[in-house]
């Protein structure tokens, strides 16, 4: 029993003395969001994709290259010699001709929309990343604080069982009080202190967590501090929201812009069927019927075998599907609004003042109820009732917290903006 008592409190001291360390960090969450948008890596990492996919629209402005050719002699059967032209008698053969393609149909125009199209759904893709880890960071952030809040909750408890095990077991040393009655509180201790070191297991994780979001130091204790004023009645009205969302939630973006570049890109395809055009301008010495030619060059592929009829079915079929994949997303996200309405509605409903005023009331009838207990004026088994009661309640209340937050953080990812700060 000792040695559990000594592991509770170590978990205690190992969590509840992190004010004393020097590396403490408490952070509300705005100060925790600017700090992850500093400095994490995958967003990062995300955003060198979008700087890499930007280049690609300069790459589809620039003009195909001119072609510069020669054919020279390379060796003279006559004289027998490599590389060889006779001056002094103005003989040898020099051919030069320079080559420039022109596209036709505006393709480059059309391949820099679907270079743009492309570098607008990576950004939706960056923005997403952002849009989840943020939700990922604000449930981590909420939670944690849950969870802290429990812990005092179960170290209250628990201070409070030992201080009375420690009476009882004087009692029971004077022949006053029953074993079983003893070992009953002992059996409830030993539950409580479980439950604190599974709680604490869950906040070293979370710790870990969001240690890595915000690229915080290893050995740092993040401390979150929870605004109360975001807990007020909010209106909330849907079609405004959901319109909201088209504007802001990447995912939403991401499709619609896929769908602009397919629909371009069939633009694009249908044009590379019509053929460009290649001019090009040569000079050719001693080998034609004039000793110095001087020749315009005009080639045009003729469309007969390949009109680029695959490319264009498949970009016709690309479109269609990511029209339907738009319309999917589009009918996901108005049912993630009204969702999220809903949750926010019920959790907003259960939590009020008179939840917080009963906490208190109901923090003043432990006290009273462990006075009663110690004066025998109530049996073991009411008193053990009530001390699970009281333990359950106060949990519930925290979570019905937490519930309450996770549902701002549900509102706010399903309209991809902060429509009720946390």
Not at 174 to 195: C, E, V, Y
Not at 251 to 279: C, G, M, R, W
Not at 280 to 303: E, F, M, R, T, W
Request: glycine share 4%; proline share 2%; with cysteine.
């Amino acid at each position: 029993m000792r040695l559990n008592i000594a592991v509770a409190l170590l978990f205690c001291v190992v969590i509840f003395k992190a004010d004393a360390q020097t590396d403490t960090l408490r952070l509300n969450f705005q100060d925790a969001e600017k700090q992850f948008l500093q400095n994490n890596l995958s967003l990062l990492a995300q955003k060198y994709n979008v700087e890499s996919t930007r280049a690609l629209i300069e790459q589809a402005k620039l003009w195909d290259n001119p072609v510069l050719s020669t054919d020279q002699n390379i060796y003279d059967g006559t004289s027998k010699k490599f590389f060889y032209h006779n001056a002094e008698q103005g003989l040898g053969q020099v051919f030069v001709q320079l080559n420039q393609v022109f596209t036709t149909a505006g393709k480059r125009g059309k391949q820099v929309r679907v270079a743009e199209d492309n570098a607008k759904v990576q950004e939706a893709e960056f923005n997403d990343l952002m849009r989840n880890l943020r939700y990922n960071l604000q449930l981590d952030f909420s939670q944690l604080s849950t969870l802290l809040e429990q812990n005092k909750v179960y170290q209250n408890e628990i201070s409070s069982a030992s201080n009375l095990i420690s009476a009882i077991q004087k009692s029971f040393d004077a022949g006053n009080t029953s074993m079983k009655d003893l070992i009953r509180l002992k059996a409830l201790l030993f539950g409580l202190q479980n439950d604190m070191v599974e709680n604490s297991k869950q906040i070293n994780d979370l710790q870990t967590e969001l240690k890595t979001l915000l690229l915080a130091k290893e050995t740092t204790f993040i401390m979150p501090v929870i605004n109360d004023g975001a807990n007020k009645n909010v209106t909330l009205d849907i079609s405004s929201l959901i319109e909201q969302a088209k504007t802001n939630r990447a995912d939403y973006l991401s499709n619609q812009y896929q769908f602009n570049s397919a629909t371009h890109n069939l633009e694009l395809q249908k044009a590379l069927a019509v053929p460009d055009i290649t001019v090009g301008a040569s000079y050719d010495k001693n080998s034609s019927y004039a000793p110095n030619y001087y020749g315009l060059q005009v080639g045009l592929p003729i469309p007969f075998f390949n009109r680029n009829q695959g490319n264009i079915k498949s970009a016709k079929y690309g479109m269609i599907s990511q029209e339907n994949t738009l319309k999917a997303n589009e009918a996901r996200l108005k049912n993630d609004v009204v969702a999220a309405v809903n949750e926010y509605r019920l959790n907003q409903q259960l939590f009020s003042t008179q939840q917080l005023e009963f906490n208190d009331q109901y923090d003043t009838l432990f006290k009273n109820m462990m006075k009663s207990f110690k004066e025998r004026q109530i049996s073991l088994v009411e008193f053990v009732d009530f001390f699970d009661s009281y333990k359950d309640t106060k949990l519930q209340i925290l979570q019905q917290q937490y519930n309450l937050q996770k549902a701002i953080a549900d509102l706010n990812f399903a309209t991809g903006t902060t429509v009720i700060k946390p």
